[in-house]
């Protein structure tokens, strides 16, 4: 136990049942790290909550779930003739391009396949001039279609374009009527489920369902080692000069957990602008905070992380955990991965 991760499972379990209850169809999303929890143990919360399907990111993670989930698995990256082969009668493709249909049947005929909508997103799929015919086209490949799948933006008020995609679908005439969906909200389903009663919603949900309660996980970093420090002394692998006086603390948890890692953010608005340049200044200037809370604050960290451990910088004053100790981490559960998960 070193940089681990600990679940309150009663309270979030209890999140898990609510979220499965308040969205009808719900299609829980195991892919990438588990969100930080682990994909195995969200496939086996996924049969807890009664779930008929899953979705997945790659073709890598379903021939791995398929073996401890009972019920169907859907690859959310499209088929394309050069991915891992997975045949089952329980896996469910996605095709989003034209010149894949002949290809697929003739490696998996009969093989079950979701139709991907080219939205604003502009990452897969079919546009609306194709979409009819997309999906004649796979019928008559002798594939099944289950559905449509549905990827909208992250940016909020995805209504209209769902309007416009689920309009589109209903003048087609198409004989399956099962939509896919993510980031819907619960108001948004509900009133499209009202306007196209003909259509079946289904919303794929990951986030919101696996780390909408943050306040029942933590992450506990155990301290490995603590150093007095004078101001100008020379510590870490690049010997930069310590600020102030203090500790240095030797924390477990380094880039190989996900720490002083981050993928680049969008930013808006001057305030969005302001922190963002400020941020680079501190960067420019060797100085990065760390996700560590030790008395109170998030530290600074003496140099970047290392792979497995962080030394972070405690000034004279604070209160000072022994070797042992464990202090709190702000993490991004989906770049985190922990030594162990364990349940409370």
Known sequence: MAFDL?????????????????????????????????????????????????????????????????????????????????????????????????????????????????????????????????????????????????????????????????????ASALETTTVFCSHLTLTELEQLRGERPTLTLRPRVGTQLWLGRLDTLAVRATVMDVHTVQRGERIGYRQGRVPRAGHVLVIAGGTSHGIGLEAPRAVAGVAGRGKAAAKGGLAAAGLALSPFTIDGKLRWFAEPPHMQASMVLLPEGAKLPAVGDTVTAQVRYTIASFDTVREI
């Open 6 to 170: 600990e679940i309150r499972a009663a309270d979030w379990r209890a999140h898990l049942a609510a979220t499965h209850a308040a969205l009808p169809g719900l299609v829980p999303v195991v892919k990438g790290n588990g969100y930080g929890l682990g994909r195995q143990r969200l496939a086996h919360e996924a049969s807890r909550l009664g779930a008929d399907l899953i979705a997945v990111g790659t073709y890598e993670e379903a021939h791995e779930l398929l073996g401890s989930f009972l019920g169907d698995v859907q690859v959310l990256t499209p088929w394309r003739p050069f991915l891992p082969r997975v045949a089952d009668p329980r896996l469910v493709h996605t095709l989003g391009r034209l010149a894949d249909i002949p290809a697929l049947a003739q490696q998996q005929p009969g093989a079950r396949v979701v139709v991907e909508i080219e939205t604003s997103m502009a990452r897969h799929g079919f546009d609306r001039h194709h979409l009819a015919e997309a999906a004649r086209a796979i019928a008559e490949a002798g594939l099944k279609v289950e559905g449509f799948a549905m990827h909208l933006p992250m940016t909020g008020g995805n209504l209209d374009e769902a309007r416009l995609w689920c309009a589109v679908l209903e």
